[in-house]
């Protein structure tokens, strides 16, 4: 049974008192920190918000750990594999672009999760293959607040909007249970989060570490839980910036509802899956 997200009015609540906290760090930050040349009297230069940016390139080997379609009301569920025959494994490519003035980062986001499967009709034999297919692709916009800054390390609080929905469409006929044709759509996904992110400042023979652990959960739409941990090593730092190589896990849960017609009648239909996979990136930081 899929976990209903937070309701609407502790929706509001929850932002205003995110948009009140950042206001007023970010006010604290900017007289404390940012804008230090406005309280120098000697100082004729106003000091500006630090700016960074970054980009990445990440191959993901993903495995669907497990998908299942649920009638609640008729009491009825289909497995992915056993039902639908989605193929688990699958390589994809992932991109990243962030900007960040002071505290304040901005990112965006292309992620590619797509699984089909074929298998042998129920009842049509002129139809002798069906296929499914879960896709889960698109951009999604997000934005972080750093609450704790030290060097270029950070641990902060992230938002993040889907610009993409997902879907399940199958043209499979299990036998009567009449599911030749039909499609469900999730809604777009809002959520918050977390972030921890190790950068430093420091090296051995132009080599340091670097390290990241995010994770998010649902707020509005499509209930998307996700977290991520990576580790890797950065090159020394040039006037052109630097790049590292990192690898990770990450695992995404998705969870949305649709109406669908079964046997000529509208009914509630949910979808939940789960998706791991181990991935390698390129960075490049500026």
Not at 108 to 133: C, I, Q, W
Not at 137 to 145: A, C, K, P, V
Not at 150 to 155: L, M, T
Request: a negative charge; proline letters at 4%; one cysteine or more.
């Amino acid at each position: 049974m899929i976990k209903r997200g937070f309701p609407r009015v502790y929706f509001i609540i929850l932002i205003a008192g995110v948009g009140v906290f950042l206001f007023h760090a970010g006010m604290n930050s900017a007289v404390a920190e940012d804008f230090t040349g406005l309280r120098d009297a000697f100082s004729p230069l106003l000091s500006l918000p630090r700016l960074e940016a970054e980009a990445r390139v990440t191959p993901i080997w993903t495995r669907l750990l497990e998908a299942k379609l649920v009638v609640p009301s008729l009491q009825l569920s289909w497995d992915s594999r056993d039902d639908f025959a989605l193929e688990p494994d699958a390589l994809f490519l992932d991109c990243m672009l962030r900007i960040q003035v002071g505290r304040l980062s901005f990112r965006t986001h292309y992620n590619m999760r797509d699984y089909k499967g074929s298998t042998v009709l129920t009842g049509l034999p002129n139809r002798p293959f069906g296929e499914a297919r879960f896709d889960y692709t698109g951009m999604r916009l997000g934005g972080d607040f750093d609450v704790l800054q030290w060097g270029r390390s950070r641990v902060g609080v992230n938002m993040d909007y889907d610009l993409y929905v997902p879907n399940f469409t199958a043209s499979i006929n299990q036998g009567n249970s009449a599911l030749a044709g039909k499609q469900i759509n999730g809604t777009a996904a809002l959520t918050l989060g977390i972030l921890l992110v190790y950068n430093p400042t420091f090296s051995f023979y132009g080599i340091s570490g670097v390290g990241e652990a995010r994770a998010r959960w649902p707020i509005l739409g499509t209930e998307v839980t996700d977290w991520e941990i990576c580790a890797g090593l950065k090159s020394a730092e040039t006037a052109l910036g630097s790049v590292g190589l990192r690898g990770g896990y990450r695992r995404t849960s998705i969870a949305f509802h649709d109406t669908e017609t079964f046997n000529n009648v509208g009914v509630s239909t949910e979808f939940d899956a789960a998706i791991g996979g181990w991935f390698g990136e390129m960075v490049y930081y500026y």
